[in-house]
């Protein structure tokens, strides 16, 4: 038998592992392989500049004025305009969690449990980012109700029904046909399928076959951790790439990815801890981040106060998404 050495690809390197888990736990998002969310390189390369922010000027379009027509009159000067612009800025988040887990533990449960806790990373984060996007939507909608007359909203009182998604891309006039995807609950999915409204497609771009619903020409993600207010359901329509998303390793001492030995905790026995961190910046399009957290970083629940955004855009067509809130039994 040859001889075998371990060799650092067969280890766990804390540095190399954690860039692996922030791709993973982005691209296995269901919104981010619909389309909603990407990768956004412009906050990336400002996440060095520091702050609890980042600032993204970005230019209106040119405004929407007749033309005028020409004549030979050499003293006769056409007015000239001028381009203006906006700031839009989001709002940075490093976010931590820790475990801990007794030696004794895997003595007894005949398992490693650090094994299972550095294999659920990309899962755990998949899901705290989804809700922190979650609570950041339902804050805009907040701010939207309060302060623009709901104007991004379609609010039916009523069971979800095939005409709602019509009525609901309409409030965007002529821009109605830029949505892509729908992020519903499964409540109003439930609805859907029962009235045989749900088409099933096969995707274009995987490894296996699978197939993908659409409603009404838009991809559906499912997705229980939309929350419910007193029955009332809220379904999001998405055009392409609404969302940025920027991620950066965490620089603080301990890293992404921090193993803490315990020795004498459980009288001997041993405990190890953990701690997880994540530095990120998720911006939907056309709005400002106006808080004022109490702490260093916004938690989720004042992400999703009204007092926390403010839109930025004076036409709600540039705006990328809109509300659609029903009743389900």
Not at 69 to 81: C, F, G, M, R
Not at 131 to 148: E, F, H, K, P, Y
Not at 150 to 171: E, F, K, M, P, S
């Amino acid at each position: 038998m040859a001889d075998a050495y371990t060799r650092i690809a067969d280890t766990f390197v804390p540095s190399v592992w954690a860039r692996y888990q922030f791709e993973e736990s982005v691209q296995k998002m269901d919104i981010f392989q619909a389309g909603i969310m990407y990768s956004d390189t412009e906050i990336t390369a400002n996440l060095a500049n520091g702050g609890y922010v980042v600032d993204m000027p970005m230019w209106h379009d040119l405004a929407n004025i007749p033309s005028e027509p020409v004549n030979d009159d050499p003293t006769d000067l056409i007015e000239v305009k001028k381009l203006t612009s906006r700031k839009e800025r989001a709002a940075r988040n490093i976010r931590a969690q820790a475990w801990g887990i007794a030696d004794l533990t895997a003595v007894l449960a005949g398992d490693d449990p650090m094994r299972i806790l550095t294999q659920r990373q990309s899962a755990y984060w998949q899901r705290a980012h989804k809700r922190t996007l979650i609570s950041m939507l339902n804050g805009i909608i907040a701010d939207n109700v309060a302060n623009d007359s709901g104007d991004l909203v379609r609010d039916t009182n009523a069971t979800i029904a095939d005409t709602d998604l019509i009525d609901a891309a309409y409030i965007m006039g002529d821009r109605a046909d830029k949505f892509t995807t729908i992020w519903m609950h499964s409540k109003q999915m439930a609805v859907l399928r029962k009235g045989e409204l749900i088409d099933y497609l096969p995707a274009s771009q995987s490894d296996k076959p699978m197939l993908l619903p659409y409603y009404q020409g838009l991809r559906v993600v499912v997705d229980d951790d939309i929350p419910v207010a007193t029955n009332e359901y809220t379904a999001f329509m998405f055009a392409d790439r609404a969302i940025h998303w920027a991620e950066l390793p965490v620089e603080l001492e301990g890293g992404p990815f921090e193993v803490d030995r315990k020795p004498r905790a459980g009288h001997g026995g041993g405990v190890t801890e953990v701690v997880s961190r994540r530095h990120f910046v998720p911006h939907i399009k056309g709005f400002t981040y106006v808080g004022t957290p109490a702490d260093e970083f916004a938690t989720d629940t004042e992400l999703a106060t009204a007092t926390s955004w403010d839109r930025a855009t004076a036409d709600k067509k540039n705006v990328p998404f809109i509300a659609l809130r029903t009743t389900e039994a």
